[in-house]
């Protein structure tokens, strides 16, 4: 009925290197539970004796309770919407409605290292807009320092404002729980691009150095607003993308932006040193030359770096004849490994694609600069109001939405970082603008990504254009602009075939009945009320979605129904699941399910009648199909 302990995984894997620093704690109900002494943890990692609490990091009030409340499962679960959804049965695409700290905890098994790309817009900490709601309990007494509400469970709902004396340490907390999440989704070659503006940037650099590493951490890009923002003395006219990967030890994996290659040349005979001792190399004839005249007869002089042993002569452009050349060499194994036919790569791994004569016997190498031709300042990325045009394409006004992203921004990120049938997150999708520019990619390279949305569905101001329009929250924005888009699509690209539907889900109480009582507590009335261990609300498709979570199944996969012997039964993915949740299933339907050997079955504890009924499943599988895992919820 819970989401993975992450913090009891946490421990294990600690306790995996250094049993010694595990110990037993109780909890708050006063159960005995695996923990860490972390003063024996950090000796293990010390070479001497720890002494103080002195340490170079960056903190905030809150950061522990942030990081508690990262690793604290919930008994949630995502229901499938049809009726919002396009092309239900098919789609690998998902727009998910809810909290994303939530959805985050809910994607950890099914989307663990499968996520290739991530791209968010965070509320930027502007002190007037910023709205969120984390499970952080306080006191009466705690309330009345903050300037928010609090719910009936102690829950805080507010607004960061600059008067609130936690203005940043809010922010950081907020955005740190949900990054240490989103780690865990990317894939090792993964990376996250996060749009930020200057009143966090260094804070979430900070945080992001923290949770992917320093060593992971890209050059940041630039992004140039033109009109700019006149507030304050200076008018801010750009904002940042923060860029960091899983492991940049895969940085193979970008792809070229554009056709362009620039080259890095150096010179290779320096003076003679210490440094530099000299040494000879023997040329063969074709090396290339590059001086002025492509033709020199005869001796040529050399330098006072180079000395030439018997005459160099070039003729059409490369050195007619071999000659020995006798200098204080840099790259000498490189140039002898490039004479003898090898390919040659500098120490960061970038090729060497050739060296090359100028006149009096100079040598000079040439490289690619990177395997990525792009620049760190975004010049050619259209502004916010180009985004509002998009946006009035769609839906015939630029203020359905305030504030959205250029879907020309993500879908660079995308096409540098993703090809193929990758998947690209965004958890706070906003307007979907992610989804718009990963179906306009695929249309433009043929690439087949799918894309998984997260918005929480925030209500639109009843004043706004989007309300007017019918669209309550944000939520039904995102929605309507991947249906907008999608067509719009199709109708400048006939030909076109793409993933233009989503499977929405929405985040809600776990299916299962909460039963908290004790033995001597049940009366006749409660058993009777407790006869099914499934809320009365949750249709088949919930409980599929839920077992999918439970088994860490993708929530995209191809899905499909029919009736067997007057039975509903659901097939995932041709078979990786098939359920059955109807009452009383008949054996008939579970010996034709167990012949199509599965990897998984799932039924609910009422289709058997009795216990008999029910171990009689487990042998008719065991004959039938002894490598499917069966279960009953």
């Not at 394409?393 to 090809?419: M, N, R, V």
């Not at 995102?478 to 006939?494: C, F, L, S, T, V």
């Amino acid at each position: 009925m819970e989401s993975e302990d992450i913090q009891q995984d946490n421990v294990a894997k600690i306790a995996a290197l250094f049993p010694n620093c595990v110990t037993e704690a109780r909890d708050e109900d006063g159960h005995l539970k695996k923990a860490i002494n972390f003063e024996m943890l950090k000796q293990m990692l010390s070479d001497s004796v720890i002494d103080g609490d002195e340490a170079y990091e960056f903190t905030w009030v809150g950061k522990k309770a942030s990081i508690v409340e990262a690793n604290r499962p919930i008994r949630k679960t995502l229901r499938p919407c049809k009726a919002d959804s396009v092309n239900w049965d098919t789609t690998e695409n998902l727009y998910i409605e809810g909290d994303n700290l939530e959805v985050l905890k809910l994607l950890q098994e099914s989307y663990l290292g499968k996520v290739k790309m991530i791209y968010i817009d965070p509320p930027y900490n502007t002190g007037s807009d910023f709205i969120y709601n984390d499970d952080f309990k306080i006191s009466s007494a705690e309330y009345a320092d903050e300037s928010g509400e609090v719910d009936e469970e102690g829950n805080r709902m507010f607004k960061n404002t600059d008067s609130n004396g936690r203005f940043h340490s809010d922010w950081c907390s907020m955005i740190y729980s949900r990054l240490m999440l989103a780690r865990n989704l990317l894939s090792e070659d993964g990376l996250i691009f996060i749009s930020i503006d200057d009143n966090e940037v260094e804070n979430l650099t900070s945080i992001c150095n923290e949770v992917f590493g320093e060593t992971n951490a890209l050059t940041p890009f630039v992004w140039p607003l033109p009109r700019g923002i006149n507030a304050g003395i200076i008018a801010r006219a750009h904002e940042y993308i923060l860029v960091y990967g899983k492991n940049l030890s895969n940085r193979g994996s970008f792809n070229r932006v554009s056709d362009e290659v620039e080259y890095s040349i150096e010179r290779c005979n320096k003076k003679i040193d210490n440094r530099h001792p000299e040494s000879t190399i023997t040329f063969p004839a074709g090396v290339p030359y590059e001086g002025k005249d492509q033709n020199l007869e005869g001796t040529i002089e050399g330098s006072e770096r180079i000395r030439i042993i018997g005459k160099m002569v070039f003729k059409d452009g490369e050195l007619a004849e071999p000659v020995t050349l006798s200098a204080g060499w840099t790259m000498k194994n490189m140039i002898l490994d490039w004479l003898n036919g090898q390919k040659v790569y500098d120490l960061k791994g970038q090729e060497i694609v050739g060296f090359f004569f100028k006149e009096n016997g100079r040598l000079y190498s040439k490289k690619a600069m990177s395997t990525v031709s792009i620049k760190s300042v975004l010049k050619d990325i259209p502004d916010t109001q180009y985004a509002r045009k998009e946006m009035e394409s769609l839906f015939g006004s630029q203020d359905i939405f305030s504030y959205p992203k250029t879907t020309e921004l993500p879908k660079l990120f995308a096409k540098l970082s993703t090809a193929g049938d990758d998947i690209i997150l965004d958890f706070f999708s906003g307007s979907a603008t992610t989804a718009h520019a990963v179906m306009k990619l695929n249309v433009e390279d043929g690439g087949h990504r799918h894309f998984i949305m997260v918005q929480i569905p925030e209500e639109t101001n009843e004043k706004s254009e989007a309300y007017k329009a019918g669209l309550k929250n944000i939520c039904e924005i995102g929605k309507e602009r991947i249906r907008r888009a999608a067509k719009k699509i199709h109708e400048d690209n006939p030909d076109a075939t793409f993933d233009d539907g989503f499977r929405v889900l929405k985040l809600d109480d776990t299916n299962m009945n909460d039963v908290y009582y004790a033995a001597g507590d049940y009366s006749q009335d409660l058993v009777s009320m407790l006869e099914s261990n499934v809320k009365p609300d949750r249709t088949d498709l919930d409980l599929l979605f839920g077992c999918l979570l439970d088994w860490g199944l993708p929530l995209s996969l191809p899905y499909t129904s029919e009736t067997i012997d007057g039975c509903m039964v659901h097939t995932y993915n041709d078979g990786d699941l098939i359920a059955c949740f109807d009452e009383n299933v008949p054996e008939s339907v579970i010996k034709t399910i167990a012949k199509r050997q599965p990897l998984r079955a799932v039924f609910r504890d009422s289709s058997f009648a009795s216990s008999p009924e029910k171990i009689n499943v487990g042998e008719i599988f065991k004959r039938l199909a002894p490598d499917t895992r069966v279960k009953v919820i």
